[in-house]
Every structure is written in structure tokens, then in C-alpha cells.
């Protein structure tokens, strides 16, 4: 059950998360990774209960778009999941939205640091032929 926007792909993640339904997630979001640079949103919004094999679930998703120059990005974490990844450590691996579109929006957003890096190394450069 995967909607896709463009070059992002939604995926709801279900209320309960067992062993099988991870599969079958991981089966889905496994055709995401046939393309190079996948960005994929897991909307966390139906999750009742989170667990340790809920969290390596998303560890292998991002892992495995990680691979492919992509990312993953979680939305409508519940705060008692949120609290889980903060406590394991696993919320620094993920930006983390309120909601499904804000995620796939902060796809399409140009990365301000990356092309502010570019802008400066650009004068600096241009500063020393200047000088040269």
C-alpha cells in the first residue's frame, strides 16, 4: 500500500508491526531500491506500538537507500515511538515530520548548506585569481 508523488514514495507503515507485517512492508518498500536516489517517507501515523524489531526494520530501509545515494525520511511518528528512537539513538539517523507532506516537500527543497558551501568556495576562489 505505497502512494507515489512524483519521485517520492509514501508508504503507510501498519498498526501492529510484527515479524510478518514487516516483511511485507520490507517487500514493498524493497521495490523502491530498483532506482538510483529513492526517497521514501514511511507515514508512521497508524503505529499503535513500536518495538526493537520495528526500529531495525527502519534501519535496514534506510540502509538499503542508503546504498543507492537516497534517504528515508519518518512522518507522523507517535510520541511514545519518538521517544523510543530518541532513547535508542536512532532519531539522529532520521528527520523526522508531522506530517506525510512536509516529508516529501523537504525532498524537493534544495539542501540552503550544500549550495551555500559552493557560494563560499566560489569567492574564495575567484578572490585569490583576483589576487593572482
Known sequence: MA??????VVKHLPETFGRSQQRLCFAEVENCFTIDRPCIVLDCSRVRHMDRSA???LLC?????????GDVKLAA?????????????????FEVFDTS????TSFRQP??????????TGSSHR??????
Open 3 to 8: 502512494a507515489q508523488s512524483g519521485y517520492v
Open 55 to 57: 526500529i531495525h526494520f
Open 61 to 69: 530501509c534506510l540502509e538499503e537507500a542508503m546504498k543507492r545515494n
Open 77 to 93: 511518528l507517535p510520541a511514545e515511538s519518538r521517544g523510543l528512537l530518541e532513547v535508542t539513538g536512532v532519531d539522529r539517523l
Open 101 to 104: 507532506a512536509e516529508a516529501v
Open 111 to 120: 539542501n540552503v548548506d550544500a549550495e551555500l558551501n559552493i557560494y563560499i
Open 127 to 132: 578572490r585569490s585569481e583576483n589576487a593572482a
